[in-house]
C-alpha cells in the first residue's frame, strides 16, 4: 500500500516571530531556514516582507534549496484592487516560490477587525489569490480564526474555504488561532470542511493554548487533512504553535503514522532533529526545555531504580521509542532513589569500562551518596560526577591547588557621588612548583572569583582559556538540619560541547567556588592535560 | 441536565517526583499537599511510604483536610502473601485514606521484569487489594503499561482490570506508562475497556511523550472514563505527567465539557490556578513556563499590534477564554489601558484605596514597568510591591540611609592548617543624626550582610528585633542583552506573618541587599514607626 503524502509547512520565521522575548536577527533567519531546509520541510514561511525592513531584506533572496521559499501577508484591503494594494505588492515583490495570504473567515471579525462587509472579504480573499497565481506564485490561504468562524456561522467560512479553493489556492489552512479548539471539535469540522473542498488541498494551523497543539494536528490529518503548519520547539505568542518537533517524531515513528505517511522526512535527517531543536534554542540564547517530546534532554532519563533495571535489561520496557533515532541518548539518572544499575550506565555512558562486580563501583556508589546526603545532586551535573569518579578511580592529576581566595563586595560612594557597587576577588593558586596570585574585577562575587581564578593557571592556562559560563542556578537546599546553597554552574569552551558542575556549601562563595573548580579540572581532563 | 462527576487525582508529590532536578523537602510536600486540597483535587498521592524515609515521614499523618490522601505502592510481591509483603505492609500502617497500588497489566513485563507468571500477577493484584479493603481503605490500582499491554495481548490487560474490580477496587486507572500512545488509540482502547469494566470506574494515567498527554486525558473521558490522574505543571520524569492544570482550565472553561461535567473545584478556586501554579515553581524554585495554557504569563499576551487594538475592541476575538477567571492577567505590550486594570486589582488586594482616575496610578504603573524592565517581578514579592507604592505616596519616612557595606568571603589555612572559608560584613548606616558602624560574621556572605544590617539601627532597632530570614532563592534572569541575578527573601517576624522581597543587580549581593533593605522598611512601616 502506498503511502500519502503529509506536507510540512514551517512558520518558526513567521509565527515564531511573535514568541514573547524573540527577536530573530538576519543572520538567525537566515541559520533556521537552513537547518529547516536540510530538515526536509516543505515550506519555510519566512516572514512578512513589506511589514519591517528586516523581512523585506530577507526576501531580496531565495533563503532555500528545496523548501519552497514562502511569503506572508494579508489579503488586499478593502476599496483597492489587488495591483493597488501596498501589502499584496510587496509579497508580490518577494523573492518567494509561494505566497501564503491570511484572510479572515469569520464574519464577526470582518465587522469588527476589518470593518468590512463579509462579500468584500470574499472578494479579496479571490482577488489576491489570482493576483499571486498570474505573477507565477503557489498560493496557500490561511483562513484564520477558522474553527471558532466555523461554530459561530459555517456557511460563511465555508465560502471562504471555498473561494480560496475555486480562485485557485494550493492549500486552504484551517487556522485555530485563538488556540482554544478541541481535537474533537476538529475532528468535526475538519471533516465537515473536507466534504467541499478535498482533505489533500486542507491543512492544520493549531496553537496550544489548552496543551492540544499536536493533537489537533494529528486529528486534522486523521480526519483528511495533508498539510501541517507549526513551529520549531513550539515557539509562537502566547502558548505556541504545534511543535513540529514533536510531529515529526510521532508522524515517522508512531505505527499507523509511518505506514500511512510519507513526510519527505529522510531517516538521516530525522537522527538531526535533536540537534535541531537544540540549534534553534542555542540561536536564540533561550533555555532549551528538557522536558520536550524526542528531543529533550530529560525525554529518555529514568531515575527510578526500578525501573532503571528494568530498562537495561530491555530498553521496549519503559522506551516509546529508541532515543538514537532522533539523535537524542538514554539517561539513566544518578540519584539516591537509584542503585548500582544506575550507576553502572551513568558510568557507561560517561566513557568507564568498568563491569558489574568491580569492587570500584561500590566505592564510588558510596560516594555519591555521602555527597547526596550532603546535598549534591549529581543527575545534571554530569561534569562533577566525571570528576568524582576520576577521583575515586585515582585519576585526576594534582593539576593545580588553590591555597587562598578572598572575595569582597563593596558598596560605596564614587568620586561623583554615587553609589556603586564593586566586586573583586584575589586567588593564589599553586601549579607544579610556581605560585601565582590574581586579582579581578567583576560584576558580581561569583563573577570575579571565576575571573580571578582563570586569569593564570601557569602553565594549563591556555587550555581553559575559553572556558565560558554560561548558566549558573542556585538552590537552597535542606538537607538534614542547616539550609546550604546548591550552586550549578554550566560552562562551554571553543568546541560547542555544554556541561554542568556543582557546588554544595552553606556559603554561596564557597559552593560557586567548588562548581568553578570541579569545572576547570574537567577541562584538563578533557584536554587530556598532564603534570 | 445533571452533570457527571470528574475526579481530579494529583501524583505531583509521587510520580512529579520523579522530575529531573526536583527533590521535595517534608516542607515542599505539606505546602504543595495545601494547595492541592485548596484547589479541590479529590485525590493526593503523597508518595510511596515505605521507599525512602521522607514518604513513610510524610505519611506519619493525614496532611489534607478534604482530599483523599492516597498512598502509592507495588502490589505484593510473587511468594508472599499480602499480609508478609513488608511493602504492602507498609502501605497499610501509612495514615492514608487511600491506597493506589500500581499494578502490572502487560505480560510482557510480567514475565521479563518481575519475572513470575501471568496468574500470579492476578493474584497479586487480588490479594493487594482485598488486604487493603479489609483495612478499611479505598483502593486504586493503577495498571502500569496498560496501552501498550493492551496492544501486546487485550485479553491479559483486560484480566488485570477485571481482577482488580472484582476485588473491590474504587478505580482501576489505565496508564500510559511510556507516553507512547496517542489519542486515536487511547479513544478505542478505553471504550473497549469500558463495555468490560463501567466507565465511571476508569481513571486515565497519560505522559507527555508524543505531546499528547492533555488530549489523551481528553480522549479517555470522552470514552467513558471518569478519572483524571496528572501532576501540576505538567511535573513527572522524562516529559512529564498530563498537566492537571492545564486540564482543569479546559474542563472548566471550555464549551462542551463545563456543561458536561463537574470537577469539585469552584469558580473561585479555578480563580486562584494561576497562583497555584506558580507557588509550584516558587517552592520548587524552577523557572515557570512561560507559555503554559491558562497560567503562563505569556498565555494572554499580545505582542502583535494588529491584534492589540482588536483585542481592547472586544476581547472575544483573540482570547479564547478570560484570563481573569483563572486569576492570570492580560499583557498588552502596547497599551497601558490593560496594565491600568491589572495595577488597581493589585492596588486594592494590598489595601491602597486609590480610585480608578487617580492620577498616581499611572505614576505606580509606569515605576513598576520600569522596574519590570530591569527584571523585576512584583507577583511573589508582595512587600517589594507595597513599599514601592507607598514611595510612590511620598509615604516611607527615611528610616535609614546605609551609605556603605563591604562585604568579604574568604578561604584560608587557619593555624591548624585546614582550609576554612569565612564570611564578614561591614555596613555603615545613617539613622537621624547617627552614623552607625557594625560588622558581623556569617556562613555565608548574605547571612553575614542580614546580621550587619541588622545589628544596630539605632532607635529603631528594638522594632527589628525579631526579623527571620525564613527562605532565600535566587534566579538569574535574562532581562535584555545581560543577565541580571534576581533575589527573593522571605522574612517572618514574631507575629507569624511572612512576606517576600525582591532584589534585582548583576550582583548578587548588591540584589540580596536590596531585598534586606526592603524588608526592614516593610516591618518599619508595618509596626507604624515614625521619624
Redesign the interface.
Known sequence: MSRERITLFDTTLRDGA?T??VDFSLEDKKAIATLLDRLGIDYVEGGYPGANPLDTAFFAEKRTKNAKFTAFGMTKRAGRSASNDPGVAALLEAEADAICFVAKSWD??VR??LETTPEENLAGIHESVEAARAKGREVLVDCE?FFDGYKANPDYALSCVKTAYEAGARWIVLCD????T????VTEIVTAVSKVVPGRHLGIHAH?????????S??AV?AGARQIQGTLN?LG????NA?LI??I??LKL?D??AARFDLGVTDDALGQLTHVSRQVDEIL?R?PN?????V?????????GIHAS?VL??PR?????EPEVVGNARRL?VSD?GGQSNILAELKRCGFALERGDARIARVLDEVKRKEAQGF?F??ADASFYVLVKRMLGEVPAFFD????????????NAVGELV?A?EAIVKVRVGDEVLISAAEG?????ALDVALRKDLGKYQNLIQDLELV????????GGSD?V?RVLIEFTDGSGERWTTIGV??????AS?QALTDSMVYKLLKAGASL
Open positions: 511573535q514573547t522575548g464577526y471579525h469588527v477587525a480564526h488561532t485563538n488556540g482554544g478541541l481535537p474533537h471539535e496550544d493554548d489548552c496543551g492540544c497543539a499536536v493533537a489537533n494529528l486529528a486523521e513550539g505568542e502566547r502558548c505556541g511543535n514533536t510531529l517524531g510521532a508512531k499507523g503514522y540564547n533555555q528538557r522536558h520536550a517530546p524526542f529533550g534532554a530529560s525525554a529518555f532519563a529514568t531515575k527510578a528494568a535489561k530491555d520496557t519503559y522506551e516509546h521509542v539518572l532513589q545532586a543527575e545534571g588553590v591555597e587562598r581566595f578572598s572575595v569582597n563586595v563593596e558598596r560605596r560612594f557597587t566586586s560584576n558580581g562575587p561569583v563573577n548558566d549558573y542556578k542556585v538552590r537552597i537546599y535542606q539550609a546553597t556549601s552553606p556559603n554561596i562563595i564557597d567556588f
